[in-house]
């Protein structure tokens, strides 16, 4: 059977049948945990199936709009700055714009696919959907080797070759910035693969705002997993309960949350190019740049390093 090659994030449109979190109506990209997403029939795809890769998790049926679980008298839930020593943010969808992902794995790699057997497009999809599912809640939903052998193709080049599309979301920059004057530790915590990490770091210097980077492929377990948590605290001795963390899947927030990480926060609107997805079940925020809301001026020593 011919198989496809998938890799840290898949675009298409999909329906918000699991709790699951990126969605951004009317579309997001593909799914990061087992059965969360679904696409949603549009005038360009059709069909009920969910693909793996690099992640908006659909919200719930109900969820209330982006925001979030609104705080006193209605006032928006802000991290507590001056309980954190560590910030986590993941990647795609709440620094970087989940749009790229949408585009690649909703449109080029599909293309690419049915040009490569000479397929109409419905036939490519309809050939792809049964692949994609046997992956689903794995650390291979993200692997671009994985997906490279299976498809007989190489996922990694195919990416790099649209890599000028990568870029910020809005205010994401500006904010890791500022990030970088406060006395924290800041931590970037994926579940892309190393491959698509370099591409995206090359085209935007991501890795230059973080003290440290990794991937769950370093670990052998996706973020959604509860085993994956206690692992990323050994490797990196960091306090759950003085640790900010960051995403914009609700499966992997969850995860976070259970094993105790003290502030998680989602993000509503990981596509730029999509409308603000609803969000109830944590914290949310529509761009990382609105958790500055609560953030004080970076108190400074007389060396100009910051200082708490």
Aim: aromatic fraction near 8%; charge should be neutral.
């Amino acid at each position: 059977m011919t198989r496809l090659a998938v890799g840290e994030g898949f675009g298409i449109i999909l329906d918000p049948v699991r709790e699951d979190s990126r969605q951004t109506p009317p579309g997001r990209a593909w799914p990061s945990t087992r059965n969360e997403y679904r696409m949603k029939s549009t005038s360009r795809h059709s069909g009920s199936w969910a693909l793996p890769g690099a992640v908006p998790d659909a919200a719930a049926p109900g969820d209330a709009a982006g925001g979030g679980m609104p705080g006193t008298a209605g006032v928006p839930v802000r991290p507590r700055w001056s309980e954190i020593d560590t910030v986590m943010l993941d990647m795609d969808g709440t620094l970087l714009d989940l749009h790229f992902d949408n585009y690649f794995w909703g449109e080029l790699l599909p293309r690419h696919y049915a040009a490569r057997h000479a397929l109409s497009l419905e036939v490519a999809r309809a050939t792809l959907k049964p692949l994609f599912q046997a992956s689903e809640g794995t650390l291979d939903w993200y692997c671009t080797d994985f997906w490279s052998r299976e498809l007989a193709f190489d996922v990694v080049a195919l990416k790099r070759a649209v890599g000028d599309r990568v870029c910020f979301l809005p205010g994401a920059e500006p904010f890791l910035r500022r990030l970088g004057e406060q006395p924290v530790r800041k931590i970037l915590v994926t579940n892309a693969h190393r491959d698509s990490l370099a591409i995206k770091a090359q085209r935007t210097g991501l890795l230059r705002y973080f003290d440290q980077a990794v991937s769950s492929h370093d670990l052998g377990l996706p973020k959604e997993s509860a085993a994956f948590w206690p692992r990323l605290q050994a490797m990196l001795e960091f306090d759950p309960a003085g640790s900010l963390f960051v995403d914009d899947s609700l499966a992997v927030l969850r995860a976070a949350k259970q094993h105790g990480i003290g502030q998680v926060f989602a993000i509503s609107r990981p596509d730029s190019t999509r409308e603000i997805r609803q969000v109830e079940a944590f914290p949310a925020v529509e761009a990382v740049e609105h958790l500055l809301d609560s953030l004080p001026p970076a108190a400074r020593d007389g060396s100009g390093s910051p200082s708490r």
